[in-house]
């Protein structure tokens, strides 16, 4: 018996395991059963064949893990798994939930920074990168300029480092050295500052005659000899040297002392007057008194001790000795 509005359908079977009807096989609504498959399908009115049913069992995605990715499955599921979740640096992602590249073309395209790992420039040229990579490295590139390096060394910024030398350019034991600059030992409470055997001073000879203004340069003698009998009486300036002052070389508190031999005729000139830095001192003599003369036929030696007590304030200890 048909019912109003519908009209009877054929129903087809096959036992060819995974045969599937196709659409030219069913008219519209026919159904068409795999007996060996257990699956129903059927023709809808579009012409499409689908799946009916089926007594195959499907399972359910109970639990997946993508590892140490950072992202997380969706609730279980027979269809597509959903992923949530921030994939991880390490896999490749970026560690956050959300990212914005400011200027990334810049970036690409232009200059990248030395601290994000870049060369800080538009353009770079390597000149002479196997000769700097195997040979010798320039001074100006940060090298050494020398091909190999011994003892101690020395450069000057520019140039190829080179060996330093001892005395000049460091002190070694053993090795004569030149200080030009003012070297200064301290001891301590319970030590001196220095010790020293057979120390030399300089001591200037010269075959000049004693008389008038005679500068005394602290800074290139400590003694100082005049072999020609003096023709008068003089005057002795101490200084440091002919641009500089004594007063600039020495500080307050300090002392220096200095020798000076006047060879004398039958005439006894002596040492009427003394100056520091073209100032006249009175000295302080040995036993009080100020020579009036000196001692004839002989050599007089005059010792000075120079003390600084101030700002071009000077006290001098003088004696004059007699040797014939």
Known sequence: MA??????????????AAAVPLAADLSAGELAINTTDEKLYFKNAAGTVKLLASNTTTT?????????????????????????????????????????????????????????????????????????VTGTLPVANGGSGAVTLTGV?????????????????YVAPGTATTFTALQTFNGTSSNASHKATNMLEVA?????????????????????????????????N????SGTSLNTIMSTGESLSATFLVTTGATAYYNSVV??????????????????????????????????????????????????
């Open 3 to 16: 019912a109003s509005g519908f009209t009877p359908i054929q129903l087809y079977r096959t036992t060819t």
């Open 60 to 132: 359910n995605v109970a639990s997946i893990t993508f590892g140490t990715t950072g992202l997380t499955p969706a609730t279980a599921t027979t269809g597509a798994v959903t992923v949530a979740g921030t994939l991880a640096i390490a896999n490749g992602g970026t560690g956050t939930t959300s990212t914005t590249f400011a200027n990334l073309t810049t970036n690409v395209t232009g200059t990248l920074p030395i601290a994000n790992g870049g060369t800080g420039t538009t353009s770079t040229t390597f000149v002479n990168l196997t000769t700097n």
């Open 204 to 236: 200037t000879v010269s075959a000049i005659a004693a008389t008038g203004t005679i500068n005394f340069d602290t800074t290139t003698q400590s003694v100082l000899y005049y072999t020609t009998s003096a023709s008068g009486n003089f005057t002795v």
């Open 275 to 324: 100056q520091v830095d073209g100032s006249t001192v009175t000295p302080k003599w040995q036993g009080g008194t100020a020579p009036t003369s000196g001692n004839a036929s002989s050599i007089d030696s005059y010792t000075y001790v120079i003390i600084k007590t101030g700002s071009a304030a000077f006290t001098v200890l003088a004696s004059v000795t007699k040797f014939a």
């Open 238 to 241: 101490f200084r440091g040297s």
């Open 153 to 169: 060394l020395k450069g000057n910024g520019t140039s190829a480092f080179t060996a330093a030398t001892a005395g000049t350019d």
